[in-house]
Antibody, heavy 118, light 107 residues
Framework: GQLVESGGGLVRPGGSLRLSCAASGMTFSSYSMNWVRQAPGKGLEWISYISSGSSTIYYADSVKGRFTISRDNANNSLSLQMNSLRAEDTAVYYC????????????WGQGVLVTVSS | DIQMTQSPSSLSASVGDRVTITCQASQDISNYLNWYQQKPGKAPKLLIYDASNLETGVPSRFSGGGSGTDFTFTISSLQPEDIATYYCQQYNNPSITFGQGTRLEIK
């Protein structure tokens, strides 16, 4: 399986950005998905989860109310809509597939860099 | 949120050494604990799941143990390709959290 993120770039504080993740080589609709980010030189931070059928969604407190996760199983894609961006949102964002059990991060994309700066 | 405390934050060891990293959870997480390896510029890779189970294809020199709040990750004989940062991660509740990472270097 493969996960490929896109949509990163430079955005001003308060701006918006939409990340996408294209899945291939897997039955995408069978698995729950996550976004995990990593600020430059820092550790890993889980930020959002969506179940296989989109019925269950979770967010970390750091992004709740600003970010929205969604998926399109027909097109094997995952998205993250990021609004009201802050400097502390600057990070590499990874699209991550769970194993059969939620919380086992089995497949990772290569990551996409989001930079929030004026 | 459950806090995960890893130690040490960095470690220097020689090829062939036995290396152990510890991870402590702020509350009981049973065995809902995974370990990841991240090499520079790369995405993390799952090594150990459910505290002690080796992911398919991962060399047997890697192992994990523990339950409840205290966990260990061990490399039995350090190899040059093991240079990386290692993270523990709990998934006992909806808000998943990682340890701060342990950077492993060759002496």
């Amino acid at each position: 399986g493969q996960l490929v993120e896109s949509g990163g770039g430079l955005v001003r504080p308060g701006g918006s950005l939409r990340l996408s993740c294209a899945a291939s080589g897997m039955t995408f609709s069978s698995y729950s998905m996550n976004w995990v980010r990593q600020a430059p030189g820092k550790g890993l931070e889980w930020i959002s989860y969506i179940s296989s059928g989109s019925s269950t969604i979770y967010y970390a407190d750091s992004v709740k109310g600003r970010f929205t996760i969604s998926r399109d199983n027909a097109n094997n894609s995952l998205s993250l809509q990021m609004n009201s961006l802050r400097a502390e949102d600057t990070a590499v964002y990874y699209c991550v597939r769970d194993a059969v059990v939620r919380g086992l991060f089995e497949y990772w994309g290569q990551g996409v860099l989001v930079t929030v700066s004026s | 949120d459950i806090q995960m405390t890893q130690s040490p934050s960095s470690l220097s060891a020689s090829v062939g050494d036995r290396v152990t990293i510890t991870c402590q959870a702020s509350q009981d997480i049973s065995n809902y604990l995974n370990w990841y390896q991240q090499k520079p510029g790369k995405a993390p890779k799952l090594l150990i799941y459910d505290a002690s189970n080796l992911e398919t294809g991962v060399p047997s020199r890697f192992s994990g143990g523990g339950s409840g709040t205290d966990f260990t990750f061990t490399i039995s004989s350090l190899q040059p390709e093991d240079i990386a940062t290692y993270y523990c991660q709990q998934y006992n509740n909806p808000s998943i959290t990682f340890g701060q990472g342990t950077r492993l270097e060759i002496k």
